[in-house]
């Protein structure tokens, strides 16, 4: 019975995270960035979104707020890229490093906690009796479909394909008359957005705001990402890739949940996950490489 209810509370946790995972799928995969400021705008989510709770605003309106906070750590990411000439990986990290500073003048204190507050999921609750999982996958589910329509809109319309031709080759973008520095730009600034929503939900859902909240967040988005592929793969339209990315991160949050159940020690999460990453990543590649070495001993024995 607990590894169930342990199960229910991972599916809905999931759909929270994959907000956030689809984010880090913009700049991963389809700017081919490894954009390491999600983890200072995922915390700025949740720190925004605290703070305006506790000053007295709606929790739904908090969230609007959190989004255009992280679209604008997104654009000074990618100010520094693009104008500054500041390698993306270095520029996501200087972004995060001022985040951490950032978030906390923010709060004014490393946390700021929700106890007794009105959330999202209470309001969810009361609204309709439901209970707290129940709450956080229907506010999770709805706002991910959302999300994913609003994505496969922007990117079936010209910007969003050249936003998507930019990460597989900028080169022949600028040579078709392309901008990919705004490419760039709007990419981060939607990534971002993404991940501070999903921070804000997630803060609202564990009942505090932390500057700490976010260390590992780009860690995670990947699992999710290499998880929904290697299950799902890459075989149908762009609304498939986008919900495999989802359910990735609805995976993944189970696998935890399980090997927690297990007992594994909570110290070693992120030595568990970064071996999650490695070996999605890794054992494709391994067996492309060991399928090529096969095909020419193969043909040799068919040329005897």
């Known amino acids: 019975m607990d590894l169930l209810m342990n199960m229910q509370s991972a599916i809905a946790q999931g759909t929270l995270w994959g907000i956030m995972a ?21 915390a700025m989510g949740g720190c925004v979104s605290s703070v305006m709770i506790i000053m007295g605003f709606n929790p739904f309106i908090t969230l609007i707020f959190a989004t255009l906070a992280g679209m604008l750590a997104g654009f000074v990411t990618g100010l520094l890229h693009t104008k500054f000439m500041i390698p993306a990986i270095l520029s996501g990290i ?90 760039k730009v709007i990419g981060l600034l939607l990534s971002n957005g993404l991940i501070a929503l999903s921070g804000a939900l997630v803060g609202q859902n564990q009942g505090y705001g932390d500057v700490k909240m976010g260390i590992g967040s780009i860690v995670i988005g990947l699992a999710s990402i290499v998880i929904g592929e290697v299950i799902f793969g890459n075989r149908f339209n762009f609304v498939y890739v986008l919900v495999s990315v989802v359910v990735g ?13 297990f007992g594994l020690n909570t110290d070693d999460m992120k030595l568990f996950t970064a071996i999650v990453v490695a070996l999605a990543l890794g054992i494709p590649a391994l067996r492309s490489k060991y399928m090529q070495k096969r095909i020419p001993a193969s043909e040799e024995d068919s040329s005897c």
Do not use: K
Request: hydrophobic share 50%.
């Open 22 to 42: 689809l984010g880090v799928y913009i700049t991963f995969r389809l700017l081919d960035i490894a954009d390491l400021s999600c983890e200072g705008s995922f």
């Open 94 to 183: 200087l972004t995060m490093i001022a985040l951490y500073s950032v978030n906390i003048h923010i709060m004014g204190q490393p946390n700021t906690s929700l106890l007794g507050e009105d959330t999202v999921f209470t309001l969810v609750m009361n609204q309709f009796g439901l209970d707290q999982t129940v709450a956080t996958l229907l506010v999770g589910g709805v706002i991910c479909v959302v999300v994913i329509l609003v994505l496969y809109w922007f990117f079936g319309t010209e910007l969003g394909c050249t936003l998507r031709a930019t990460g597989n080759n900028e080169f022949m973008v600028r040579a078709l008359g392309g901008n990919t520095d705004t490419s």
């Open 249 to 261: 991160s609805v995976v993944y949050r189970m696998i935890i949940s399980l090997v927690l159940h």
